[in-house]
């Protein structure tokens, strides 16, 4: 790390209220990557984060190392991926980018993680068309947080009263395994499947509330098929994995929708497990349902990957081999 004694423009950034250990990483490594990628030096002193280097580098670490004081600050963990990424979105839209992930896109929920935060642009408009539409559908591929906050936001409007109950569905489809193979009973068979949805509850409540919530149906967790024939009152209910459900499944699970209900919609169009992909109704409704009113397509890219830094790569390896490079760029 440069000795910042030495290296021109300083500028102290305060760190006030910011967990140390979060804003510094395990061995200064969040440290270190911003030094890496902005080539400003960047050293924790006391409650100031202190900038070095020269203006081009100071200007280019400040909004990145502002953002990770204020996630530190709201005790959202981050990692050195996720500064790399920071820095990638600045580089792109140097007009507050990062600024709008802190205003306008957070949840915040009583769990173990209090705050959920967006980690990229896609994923802060993501939420507000949650926040701001009836019907969302969030279309990208793994790894960009679609079911975690559709969750994220189904159970902030539980606990704000907005809604009544959380309804999460998925279609079991086999994705080249035999399902009834599975031991055990009929829900011992289809909870691998919904699986996802109980981890990203319990992220987000303590599980003693996740299970009262569960045993008195305020939580519901059930293969797509169980919702036909119902009606879907005052309810937040989640479609996950809707790349799986047919034609026919995702027109009876948009019907179901009840007064007072909002449904969001996810699912990765690469990813199809059905025997033909033209059966998936998550292709089906972006050329039927666009331009309806209180309905919004999000398309969340390779570059709002939040996993591991490898795993953006290998999206963008699969959607070249693919020949969908061009159509990820063009954003559908």
């Known amino acids: 790390m440069p000795d910042i004694q030495n290296t021109g423009l300083q500028h102290r950034l305060s760190?006030?209220?910011?967990?140390?250990?979060?804003?510094?990483g395990i061995n200064d490594?969040?440290?270190?990557?911003?030094?890496?990628?902005?080539?400003?030096?960047?050293?924790?002193?006391?409650?100031?984060?202190?900038?070095s280097g020269s203006v081009d580098e100071v200007e280019r670490a400040a909004p990145v190392a502002r953002h990770m004081i204020d996630l530190a600050r709201a005790g959202e963990a981050f990692g050195v991926d996720d500064v790399e990424r920071f820095t990638e979105q600045v580089a792109a839209q140097p007009q507050g980018a990062l600024s709008r992930l802190a205003e306008t896109g957070r949840v915040v929920v009583p769990g173990p993680k209090r705050v959920i935060v967006a980690k990229s642009e896609g994923q802060r408009r993501y939420l507000q068309a949650i926040e701001q539409n009836d019907i969302v559908v969030g279309?990208?591929?793994?790894?960009?947080?679609?079911?975690?906050?559709?969750?994220?936001?189904?159970?902030d409007a539980l606990l704000k009263k907005r809604v009544k109950r959380i309804i999460l569905a998925r279609p079991a489809v086999e994705a080249g395994e035999?399902?009834?193979?599975?031991?055990?009973?009929?829900?011992?068979?289809?909870?691998p499947y919904l699986r996802p949805l109980y981890d990203a509850l319990e992220d987000m409540l303590p599980g003693e509330?996740?299970?009262?919530a569960l045993e008195s149906r305020q939580i519901e967790i059930a293969p797509l098929a169980y919702m036909r024939g119902r009606t879907l009152h005052d309810a937040f209910v989640i479609l996950d994995e809707a790349q799986n459900a047919t034609n026919l499944q995702m027109k009876m699970f948009?019907?179901?929708?009840?007064?007072?209900?909002?449904?969001?919609?996810?699912?990765?169009?690469?990813q199809i497990d059905l025997p033909r992909r033209e059966d998936s109704g998550l292709i089906?409704?972006?050329?039927?349902?666009?331009?309806?009113d209180g309905i919004a397509f999000v398309y969340l890219q390779p570059t709002?990957?939040?996993?591991?830094?490898?795993?953006?790569?290998?999206v963008r390896a699969y959607a070249a081999a693919s020949g969908n490079e061009a159509e990820d760029a063009e954003g559908r």
């Not at 279309?139 to 159970?155: C, D, H, N, S």
Request: glycine share 12%; net charge positive.
């Open 178 to 191: 035999n399902l009834g193979f599975l031991p055990g009973d009929l829900r011992e068979k289809v909870d």
């Open 29 to 51: 490594s969040n440290l270190q990557a911003l030094t890496r990628v902005s080539g400003a030096g960047v050293v924790l002193r006391g409650e100031h984060l202190v900038l």
């Open 284 to 292: 089906q409704i972006e050329s039927v349902l666009k331009g309806i």
């Open 254 to 270: 948009l019907t179901r929708l009840g007064l007072n209900s909002k449904a969001v919609v996810t699912g990765d169009t690469t």
């Open 209 to 212: 509330r996740v299970e009262r």
């Open 304 to 314: 709002d990957v939040i996993r591991h830094r490898l795993v953006r790569e290998i």
């Open 139 to 155: 279309i990208g591929p793994a790894g960009t947080g679609k079911t975690y906050l559709a969750v994220a936001m189904a159970v």
């Open 15 to 24: 760190a006030e209220g910011a967990d140390p250990l979060i804003l510094a």
